[in-house]
Antibody, heavy 120, light 110 residues
Framework: QVQLVGSGGGVVQPGRSLRLSCEAS????????MHWVRQAPGKGLEWVAG????????YYADSVKGRFTISRDNSNDTLYLQIKSLRTEDTAVYYC?????????????WGQGTLVTVSS | QSALTQPPSASGSPGQSVTISCTGT?????????VSWYQHHPGKAPKLIIY???KRPSGVPDRFSGSKSGNAASLTVSGLHVEDEANYFC??????????FGTGTKLTVV
């Protein structure tokens, strides 16, 4: 079955960088667009970034443009999110999610999330 | 990219029905039929329960139904079960390959 396993979260100081990973299994990873969605403590879900099936087209929420980079390795079925210049407001659970299609439509499967805490 | 608006909370007794609203704009909910709903139990992965406004994935009980009118979508849970107690989020395609999510509704089954 479809599985998405996120990793790479932790406690990080403001201004530092972090790379999150999401290992996919149980489906043809290279055929699907992928997304990162986050949930800050006590808040709703916020779409952060999306990536086409082939990695050639990247899309970002205005709130993270310039600091977040989404990428993928289709040979290793892994999605990444590089975060630079971390801010306290980046504290959240970060979910990777599969899109139903090869381009953006809606998320049909989600990982369990990885917690990023930005604190000095 | 403002979040879609949902009521913070909703409640019902077992066997009752409850409807959760999700209000957006013509740039998201009103402009596309890619409205989806998710059930989210704390600490777990969100689960897709409605996609493309009113379709249910395999395995989701038909007690869950979705609809849309103009810029607002709705999720109705009929015949509430105790295990339906969870957070529910709507989502919509918002153009230019972006998504927007709702503010979330905590459903309590009392």
């Amino acid at each position: 079955q479809v599985q998405l396993v996120g990793s790479g979260g932790g406690v990080v100081q403001p201004g530092r960088s972090l790379r999150l990973s999401c290992e996919a299994s149980g489906f043809g990873f290279r055929n699907y667009a992928m997304h990162w969605v986050r949930q800050a403590p006590g808040k709703g879900l916020e779409w952060v970034a999306g990536l086409s099936y082939d990695g050639n087209h990247k899309y970002y929420a205005d709130s993270v443009k310039g600091r977040f980079t989404i990428s993928r390795d289709n040979s290793n079925d892994t999605l990444y999110l590089q975060i630079k210049s971390l801010r306290t407001e980046d504290t959240a659970v970060y979910y990777c999610a599969r899109d139903r299609f090869d381009t953006t439509s809606y998320c049909d499967y989600w990982g369990q999330g990885t917690l990023v805490t930005v604190s000095s | 990219q403002s979040a879609l608006t949902q009521p913070p909370s909703a409640s019902g007794s077992p066997g009752q029905s409850v409807t959760i609203s999700c209000t957006g704009t013509s740039s998201n909910v009103g402009g596309y039929n890619y409205v989806s709903w998710y059930q989210h139990h704390p600490g777990k992965a969100p689960k897709l329960i409605i996609y493309e406004v009113s379709k249910r994935p395999s395995g989701v009980p038909d007690r869950f139904s979705g609809s849309k009118s103009g810029n607002a979508a709705s999720l109705t849970v009929s015949g509430l079960h105790v295990e339906d107690e969870a957070n529910y989020f709507c989502s919509s395609y918002a153009g230019t390959n972006t998504l927007v999510f709702g503010t979330g509704t905590k459903l309590t089954v009392v």
